[in-house]
C-alpha cells in the first residue's frame, strides 16, 4: 500500500515553526503566496507538501538568524514591494524619512533632476520616480549586482530611471542637480553591532563607512558641491550618533541652510544642506 505524504495544517506549521508569531506568518504567507488573512481564515486547512517543505525550510533559516527580506527576497518600503538579496541593503523604514524630506524640497510638478547615490535595491530612487514620475532620476552604485536588482525593481514598478555604475560620483560627468540624496554607508568599522542580527548576513560595503563611520558621508558632501546648481539641495542619512558631525562638516565645506531631521523613532537621522554656489 503506497502512502500519500500530505501536509501539515496552516495553524500547525505556525505553531512547529519556534518563531515569533509574526515572523512565522510573514514567512507562511510568503511560501503560500497568500495574505494575513487567508490564514486566519484557513487555520486549519492542510498545507501541500510542497509548501510545508518551503515553510520548514525558511523556519529553519530565520531560526539561525537569516534575515527574512533575504529568505523571501521580497522588502516593503514606502509601500512598495521590492525585490532583496543578500547583495544589497535590506530598506528600513528610518530610510522613508529621507524620502518625505526629499518631497519636502522639490515642489510637484518642478521638472527636477535628482541624483541617488548608492542606490542598492533602487529603493530611495524608486519611491521617488513613482510618486514624482515628472522628476529626472538618476541612482548610482558601485556593485553592478545591486545596479541588476534595482533595475528590476524599476522595471517591476514600471518607472524611468537612468542607472549608472559608480563609485560616487565617478561616471557622473558634468550633470548638475537640483537635489542629491544618499543613504551611504555609516557604520564604523569597529561597531558591534556588525555581528549581531540581521546586519550579520548584510553587505559589508553597504554598511561600513570607515574607520569612523564618516567617510563616505564626507567624500559625498564634498564632492556634491560640484554637482549642485545653486540652491540646491543635500540629503544624507545617518547614525543616530552622527548628528553633530554631520552638521559641523556640512558648514564647514560652506553649505547652508543645514539642519538635521528625526526618524519615525525619534532619533536624528538625516542632515539637509543647501549649496547656493
Known amino acids: 500500500m503506497r502512502v500519500v505524504e500530505t501536509g501539515s495544517t496552516v495553524e500547525g506549521l505556525l505553531r512547529e515553526s519556534e518563531l515569533p508569531r509574526q515572523e512565522a506568518e510573514l514567512l507562511l504567507r510568503s511560501a503560500l503566496g497568500r495574505e494575513r488573512i487567508y490564514l486566519i481564515a484557513h487555520a486549519e486547512d492542510t498545507v501541500g507538501p510542497s509548501s510545508t517543505r518551503t515553510a520548514q525550510a525558511w523556519f529553519a533559516r530565520r531560526r539561525s538568524g537569516e534575515p527574512i527580506s533575504y529568505i523571501t527576497g521580497w522588502r516593503e518600503f514606502y509601500g512598495l514591494a521590492l525585490r532583496v538579496s543578500p547583495d544589497v541593503l535590506i530598506p528600513r523604514p528610518e530610510t522613508e524619512q529621507l524620502v518625505e524630506l526629499a518631497l519636502e524640497r522639490l515642489p510637484p510638478g518642478s521638472r527636477a533632476r535628482v541624483l541617488d547615490l548608492g542606490t542598492g535595491s533602487g529603493a530611495i530612487a524608486l519611491a521617488l520616480a513613482v510618486l514624482r514620475p515628472e522628476w529626472r532620476i538618476t541612482a548610482t552604485d558601485v556593485s ?127 542632515s539637509a544642506a543647501v549649496w547656493r554656489g
Open 144 to 270: 553592478d549586482t545591486a545596479l541588476d536588482i534595482a533595475r528590476r525593481n524599476a522595471q517591476e514598478h514600471a518607472v524611468e530611471i537612468d542607472f549608472a555604475r559608480s563609485d560616487w560620483f565617478e561616471s557622473i560627468g558634468p550633470d548638475h542637480f537640483d537635489l542629491i540624496v544618499s543613504n551611504s554607508p555609516y557604520v564604523a568599522a569597529g561597531d558591534p553591532h556588525l555581528h549581531r542580527g540581521d546586519v550579520r548576513f548584510e553587505p559589508r560595503i553597504a554598511l561600513v563607512g570607515g574607520g569612523d563611520g564618516l567617510a563616505c558621508i564626507r567624500r559625498i558632501a564634498a564632492g556634491a558641491r560640484q554637482y549642485l546648481r545653486p540652491g540646491g539641495s543635500l540629503l544624507l542619512e545617518h547614525g543616530c550618533d552622527q548628528a553633530e558631525s554631520c552638521i559641523a562638516l556640512l558648514r564647514e565645506l560652506g553649505y547652508t541652510g543645514v539642519a538635521d531631521f528625526r526618524d519615525l523613532a525619534g532619533l536624528p537621522r538625516v
